[in-house]
Structure formats: structure tokens, C-alpha cells
């Protein structure tokens, strides 16, 4: 039985819509520094949350990383004849747990291109996001991501489950 409700959850996610996904959950993976998972929800079309959870693997500073940012998107800068491509910065706060150091709090401010595919519910993206710890010294911190995400629509898979069963 639970083997039948992920792949339901999986089919009738994959059911989203490329042009109305902003209202879902983008999952995916960041390769960078530091290097993990992606979560984005747009609030509206041009605002979002992203959440990271990733690990560092620069020698030293070996960790794992917990953040959130808020992202204003910009459609207007970079135009494509298939597809949206948004410039997007914000502000964020991140949590690193150095393995051997300590943790360390830093502002960010992350600024990326993304690519919205136009008939597939995904995104790829490139993103730089230079910043400055507060905790426990202060210093300056630099993050990048190249990755990608794909968009569920959970509250219509949820909703399609509770219908099933």
C-alpha cells in the first residue's frame, strides 16, 4: 500500500502544469558551496522563499548548512522566445555547523538567473550570494549554486490521495 501511494503521489505531481507551477514546491539539487538540497514556493509570481540544506566540502571547513531567503524576481531584464528567464535577488539567513569549529550565522545576499522551462514544470538555475557572518566573529562569507529544481502541486496530490482512499 505504500508503495502504491508514492508512485500516485509521484504521477499526479508530475500532473503540474509548466504555466501555473509558481503556486507549487520546487525540489531539486545545488551543486556549489555548499553543495544539497533546494526547495522553492513562490508567494506570488514574482516572490518566493528558497530553503537550502547542503554540506561543505572545502578542506577546513567541512559542514552542514541549514538557510532560508526571500527572492524578489525580475522577468523584464532577460527575455526568451520559449520559457522565462528571471533574474532574482533577496536576503537570507543561513546556519553553518562547521564540523571541528563551531557554527558560524550569516546574512546573504543571493543574486541568480534561473531558466523556467516553458512546457515542463522545472527550473535550472546559477546563483552567487556573497555575505557576511555575524556569529560568532564577523566575517565575509561567499556561497554559489549551479542546480535545478522540479515542481510538485502537493495540495492537488493530497487531495487526489484522500479522494482514492
Known sequence: MKKLLTVAVLLIGLQALAQDYKGHYG???ALG???????????????????????SL???????????DYLFHNYDIITAEKGSIPFYYGLGIHLKSYNDV????????????AYE?????ADVFFEFAPGIAVFPTPSIVTNFAIGGRFYFDIKRAVNKIE???
Open 163 to 165: 479522494d482514492i482512499l
Open 33 to 55: 558551496e555548499p553543495s544539497g538540497f533546494s526547495v522553492k514556493k513562490f508567494t506570488d509570481g514574482e516572490q518566493a522563499f528558497q530553503y537550502t540544506v547542503g554540506y
Open 58 to 68: 572545502i578542506k577546513g571547513e567541512e559542514g552542514l548548512s541549514l538557510g532560508v
Open 102 to 113: 563551531g557554527s558560524q550565522l550569516y546574512a546573504r545576499i543571493p543574486l541568480g538567473v
Open 117 to 121: 522551462i516553458s512546457d515542463f514544470p
Open 27 to 29: 525540489v531539486g539539487l
